[in-house]
Every structure is written in structure tokens, then in C-alpha cells.
């Protein structure tokens, strides 16, 4: 399958932007307070928060750092950026459409670079940790969380099929150890790497990304006719023969550009 | 627009430096004649978006 155009992620993302402000998957808060106790930002700092979404992560870090940009792909999504920073009364961020993979800022720009359960969208997520790096200056820090799959190549294709139903602009969701490499090869020293549990409330996941009702119901049939393993791996809730949620990992990366 | 964020905005194409139109509405990168429109206060610094201009 060929992964979407960036015009077809704008568009699936443009649509449903106002359910990823209030989307408890995001806003959720366990894994960021992890970045936040790694990155160890001061009021000096210039931050950027790249494929900001609804704006989580960027208005959550507001208040640690002198200021903060807050970039995504979709214009939309960053009119509900803005407004999560104004019931937030975050006085210090600005807004840029800009494309992860060609990002439009000066090299060495950012202080501190974050990028919050956004690159499984990236269609080259190489090109795009480049990025990162490039507009991080020498000896700052860049912070990534994303969805992360297992070694066994069976729950791998299981989780990343299940999104690609569920997303059009899903593309994949990375193990680890390939997570670790593309960091590595960009010129990321690690400092941190960890994983942390996350559980789905199934019908806000299922309905977030704005499918019709036949295919939220076939998703819901994938989770219900999984495999064995993947039923427990993935901690799939069932009650009276519906979905009650799911769990997957979120990985966590910390490191220094040399 | 912020000066500071004007200062470290770059063309997303050739990262060199961007100016602002006399009117706020656009900024350009004079290396590619690309034009970046400004909307509602956000630039919007896409490559795909962008026009050219004379």
C-alpha cells in the first residue's frame, strides 16, 4: 500500500482536528511528564514542538521554557492548538504549518526539539529525524514519544493492519531497535529509551479518525477475532461482546545532537 | 508577526532566510520566488502551498 500524499493527511486531520484537542489519548499526561523530567528545560529556552496536533505537549511545556513553536501539517489543527493555549493562558507560543519532513526554520535554531505520538504519520521517517536534528542546536536535546510494536513479527502486523483501517494517514508504527537506528544514524547521542503501557478507551480511539460506523464495527471485529497473543499482548478488554480497550507501548526517546 | 520567530523562519526548501511583505500577508524567499501566505496569523510554510511570483 502506498503511503499518503501529505495533502491526504492534511485533509484526514483537517476533518476531525477539534476531536485531537479533546482526545484523552493526547492529553494524557504519564509519558510527558517522563520528557519533561529528561529534557530539563529552562526559561531561556526556545522549544519546538514539531506535528503539534492538538497542541498538547507544546501548551503543557509552555511554562518551563522562554518560548514555544508550535508546528503541524495541518493549518486546522493548529487553529486548535491556538485555542487549547488560550484556555491554557499560554502567552508565549506562535504557530507554523510546516511539513516534519522539510521543516522551514533556521538550522540550530530550537534548544529543545519535541515530537509527541506523531512520526507513525511521517511517510519517511528518516528524512524527518533529520529534520529534527538539523534545526536542534549542537549539545541540545530532542524528545520523541510514538507508538511502538514488538519484536514478534506477527503482533507487528497485527497493530500497524488495525491502524491502517482505522487511519488513512497511518503509516507505521516502529519497533524499538528501528527506532533506535534511524535515531542513531541522524547523529542522536541516546540518554534515555524507555516504553510505558497506554490504554485505549475503545469507542473514543475507534471514532477519533472519523470513519463510518461499518468500519468502526470492522475494527472492532479485528480486535474481537485476534489471534490468542495478540488478544493478551495488546490487553484487549471485551465485555458482553464488545471492545472495551485496548493497550499498546508507547516508546520514549531522549537524546543530545553531538 | 513575532520578530523573533521572523528571524529563525526559513524557506522549507532551501532554508535560507524569508521576508515579510509590507502588508504582513506573505512571505517570500527571493532565492526560489516562492511566496508562503500568512493566514489568520499562521504562516503557512509548505512547499505545496507556496506560489510563485515574478
Not at chain 1, 84 to 109: H, I, Q, W, Y
Not at chain 1, 159 to 166: D, F
Not at chain 2, 35 to 46: A, E, K, M
Request: with cysteine.
Amino acid at each position: 500500500m502506498k503511503p499518503p500524499t501529505k495533502r491526504e493527511t492534511r485533509d484526514q486531520f483537517a476533518g476531525v482536528a477539534k476531536r485531537y484537542r479533546t482526545s484523552i489519548d493526547h492529553s494524557d499526561a504519564d509519558d510527558r511528564e517522563i520528557l519533561r523530567s529528561r529534557l530539563a528545560m529552562d526559561p531561556s529556552h526556545l522549544l519546538l514542538d514539531v506535528a503539534t496536533g492538538g497542541g498538547h505537549t507544546a501548551a503543557e511545556f509552555s511554562p518551563d521554557v522562554r518560548k514555544v513553536v508550535a508546528s503541524d501539517l495541518t493549518p486546522e489543527m493548529l487553529c486548535e492548538a491556538r485555542t487549547l493555549s488560550a484556555e491554557r493562558k499560554c502567552r508565549n507560543m506562535s504557530f507554523v504549518a510546516a511539513d516534519a519532513e522539510s521543516l522551514p526554520f533556521a538550522s540550530e535554531a530550537f534548544d529543545r526539539v519535541t515530537c509527541r505520538i506523531a512520526p507513525h504519520h511521517f511517510p519517511d521517517l528518516p528524512a524527518a529525524v533529520r529534520e529534527l536534528l538539523r534545526v536542534t542546536r549542537s549539545g541540545g536535546l530532542v524528545g520523541i514519544i510514538d507508538s511502538v510494536v514488538p519484536d514478534d513479527p506477527a503482533l507487528d502486523a497485527f497493530l500497524n493492519g488495525v491502524e491502517k483501517v482505522r487511519d488513512p494517514s497511518h503509516v507505521r508504527s516502529y519497533r524499538i531497535e528501528e527506532w533506535n537506528e534511524v535515531l542513531a544514524s541522524a547523529g542522536l547521542f541516546l540518554l534515555h529509551v524507555s516504553r510505558a503501557w497506554k490504554e485505549h478507551p475503545f469507542a473514543e480511539w475507534v471514532s477519533r479518525t472519523g470513519k463510518p460506523q461499518e468500519v468502526q464495527r470492522e475494527i472492532e471485529s479485528l480486535f474481537l477475532t485476534a489471534f490468542p497473543r495478540a488478544r493478551d499482548y495488546y490487553r484487549v478488554r471485551i465485555e458482553n461482546g464488545k471492545v472495551v480497550s485496548y493497550s499498546d507501548e508507547k516508546g520514549i526517546f531522549v537524546g543530545r545532537k553531538t | 508577526m513575532d520578530e523573533e520567530l521572523l528571524e529563525i523562519l526559513a524557506c522549507p526548501k532551501c532554508k535560507g532566510g524569508l521576508r515579510l511583505t509590507p502588508e504582513e500577508s506573505e512571505l517570500r524567499c527571493e532565492a526560489c520566488r516562492l511566496s508562503y501566505r500568512i493566514d489568520d496569523g499562521i504562516p503557512i510554510l509548505l512547499i505545496d502551498e507556496a506560489t510563485t511570483y515574478e
